[in-house]
């Protein structure tokens, strides 16, 4: 009796004294910030968690975005027995109890088992292996928590059993109340402008924000938290970077890429790094850009773009800020051309405005019974017969014959994509009127 008492004064010690971050883990689901499509009302794992009918699942997501949280959540959530495993500090030996017990469990009172696996990346291929045959039987239910891509770091026989869901980073309001409930649990207030900047650098990551907080909170004595108590646990100034900033510094990016100043891009790109700009969103520009203002003019700039986007989610912060400024300053000094952009946003007008004419026969499927005696595919002729690897034939439908939606520009590599167009119809043909060559940017 006296070794109970003592064991719960003990965990209740452990709790009091606990980070912040780990003090306002939810108990159940309900209590869940953030990741909407998931646990929002009649989302998948809310349905799954609610009638008790999870099966293995793999949580993907960057830190801080609650992959731990969601597991212990679902643990107040289930009758099942719950156990949890660091990846990091586990061994073979360590999961082959926990299948036994798990065992035990189902044996002696019918009660299913799930084990959190945290960091299951850094499993080895046979320490995932020896979890295998557990999950296959149904003695254990495995959730997975992963900050690295499954396909890559998870055993494809796992991976098969699990359900993957992909956790996204905080929004605002989710990082809003999150400070909201730390305060609250500090018993602490704080001004507007301090908590601005904390959910302004939370960068999506809400332990980070917690864990700033508590810092703030004990420099404020636990009283009243102000702008320089969080300016001294984020380690930085607070940076004015309101809501016209994000889109008038943003902005001001995108055109000075356009207009071929890698200074001012650089420049940009810091500004907005250093105000806790989300690098997501950063990057997701860039690869619109390298399409809108680059095109084919530099076709590498499209995957230098997407390249930047994968070292970002495989890297982070602060690392990945040398993967971004290597594409911003390749975007800014290509070639630019925007004609990739305008053929498609002028075709899908002429869509628009009507010009839906029929498929002409001899480009319709041929590979059905009956296609033959249609006229489908008749007289059509293959390119790769020809040895130019090119044949003149009608392509578009009737009444469309002339349209010219795409015009090569004389910039960079678009300049010889051109001169090959002109080389097989002799001549390009004239423009019409009604094609808009100066349709807006997206910035």
């Known amino acids: 009796m006296n070794d109970d008492l003592f064991a719960a004064a003990a965990d209740e010690h452990r709790r009091a004294r606990a980070p912040l971050a780990a003090r306002l883990r939810p108990r159940s689901i309900d209590d869940v910030v953030g990741q909407e499509h998931l646990v929002g009302d009649g989302r998948p794992l809310r349905k799954l968690v609610e009638t008790d009918r999870l099966s293995s699942a793999l949580l993907w997501g960057p830190p801080g975005t609650g992959k731990t949280t969601l597991a212990l959540a679902v643990a ?11 990846a990091v500090t586990a061994g073979v030996k360590d999961v082959r109890e926990t299948i036994e017990r ?4 189902l044996g002696e009172r019918g009660q299913g088992t799930i084990l959190f696996l945290d960091e299951i990346h850094r499993f080895s291929k046979s320490q995932q292996d020896a979890l295998l045959p557990a999950v296959e039987d149904g003695t254990l239910t495995l959730i997975g928590a992963t900050t690295e891509n499954p396909f890559f770091e998870v055993n494809a026989p796992l991976r098969s059993r699990s359900t993957l869901f992909r956790l996204e980073p905080l929004d605002r309001a989710a990082i809003e109340i999150l400070v909201e409930r730390g305060l609250g649990a500090e018993g602490a207030t704080a001004d507007a402008e301090a908590i601005e900047l904390l959910v302004d650098r939370a960068g999506g990551d809400g332990r980070q924000v917690l864990t700033a907080l508590e810092v703030a ?8 938290v102000e702008l320089a108590h969080v300016e001294a646990a984020l380690g930085t100034s607070a940076l004015r970077y309101g809501r016209d900033d994000h889109y008038d510094v943003v902005s001001a990016f995108i ?3 356009r207009g071929s100043d890698p200074d001012a891009a650089i420049y940009w790109l810091a500004r907005m ?7 997501r969103f950063i990057v997701r520009r860039m690869v619109i850009f390298a399409s809108e203002d680059v095109g084919l003019a530099d076709s590498n700039a ?22 971004l400024a290597q594409a911003v300053i390749h975007l800014a000094t ?5 004609r990739a952009a305008l053929a498609i946003w002028n075709a899908r007008a002429s869509v628009k405005d009507g010009a839906v004419g029929e498929v002409p026969p001899h480009l319709r499927d041929s590979h059905y019974q009956g296609a033959e005696s249609l006229g489908h595919g008749a007289n059509y002729e293959y390119p790769h017969d020809n040895e130019s690897g090119f044949v003149e034939q009608q ?31 002799d001549s390009l043909p004239t423009p019409t009127d009604d094609l808009d060559q100066s349709r807006g940017p997206s910035a």
Request: contains cysteine.
């Open 255 to 257: 055109k000075s890429m």
């Open 334 to 338: 290509a070639p630019k051309s925007n």
């Open 102 to 105: 798990a065992r035990q469990r």
């Open 302 to 323: 499209l995957q230098v773009a997407v390249a930047a986007a994968h070292a970002l989610e495989h890297v982070g912060l602060p690392e990945a800020q040398l993967n």
């Open 217 to 224: 909170c004990a420099m404020s004595r636990y009283t009243h």
């Open 76 to 86: 107040g959530s289930t009758e099942r027995s719950f156990e949890q495993l660091s």
């Open 395 to 425: 392509y578009l439908p009737d009444g469309l014959r002339d349209k010219q939606w795409y015009r090569p520009s004389t910039h960079g590599a678009e300049r010889r994509i051109g001169e090959l167009m002109a080389e097989r119809t």
């Open 273 to 279: 790094l250093e105000a806790g700009e989300d690098a």
